[in-house]
C-alpha cells in the first residue's frame, strides 16, 4: 500500500491558500454588511472558520499549482486559483450545512460575488497573485514530482 504523506511546500501552500480563503471571506462579510444583507450576520465565525478550513484543505490539493515559471507558470496558478477557491468553497460549505446542494449553492455563491464585485476580485486576484509570488520565490519550490513523498507503507514513517 502507498502513504501519501504532506511535504513541507504543500502545507505551506496550503496554508497559503487558506489565508487567501479566510481573506476573501472576511471581504465577503464585510460586503454582506455594506450592503445590508442579513447573510451568515450570526454565522460569521463559522462562515470564516470553514472557509479557512476548506481553503487548506484545497490548498493541498491544488497547491502543485503555483510557483512554477513563465507563461506556463502564470496560467497554472490560475487554473489552480480557480480550482482552489471552488474546491475550498465546496468543502466550506459541506462543513457548514453538511449537505451537497447547499454546498454547490456556495461554490456558486463565491464565483458569483468575486465576479460581481470588482473590489473583492480585484483583492482575491492580487492575493492569488502574490501566492504564486511567493511559491517562485520560495526556497520551498520543488519539483512537482517530489510533492508527493511516496513511501511504501508505515514502517518507513
Known amino acids: 500500500m502507498i502513504y501519501l504523506r504532506p511535504t513541507r511546500r504543500s502545507v505551506t501552500m496550503a496554508a497559503m491558500i487558506s489565508l487567501v480563503g479566510g481573506a476573501t471571506a472576511m471581504a465577503m462579510l464585510i460586503y454582506f454588511r455594506m ?3 442579513p447573510m451568515f450576520q450570526e454565522e460569521e465565525v463559522a462562515f470564516v472558520s470553514v472557509a479557512l478550513a476548506g481553503a487548506f ?3 493541498l ?3 502543485v499549482a503555483f510557483g512554477r515559471k ?6 497554472l496558478a490560475a487554473i489552480g486559483a ?9 468543502l466550506g460549505g459541506l462543513m457548514m450545512f453538511q449537505t451537497l446542494e447547499e454546498a454547490m449553492i456556495c461554490v456558486v455563491m463565491v ?5 460581481s464585485t470588482p473590489p473583492i476580485a480585484l483583492a482575491w486576484l492580487a492575493m492569488m497573485a502574490l501566492v504564486h509570488v511567493i511559491a517562485r520565490r520560495s ?3 520543488a519539483e512537482v514530482s517530489a510533492d508527493l513523498d511516496l513511501v511504501p507503507g ?3 514513517l
Open 35 to 37: 450592503i445590508g444583507s
Open 57 to 59: 484543505l484545497a490548498g
Open 61 to 63: 490539493i491544488v497547491g
Open 70 to 75: 513563465g507563461r506556463k507558470g502564470w496560467m
Open 82 to 90: 480557480i480550482c482552489s477557491t471552488a474546491i475550498g468553497a465546496f
Open 111 to 115: 464565483a458569483t460575488i468575486i465576479g
Open 139 to 141: 526556497v520551498l519550490v
Open 154 to 156: 508505515p514502517d518507513n
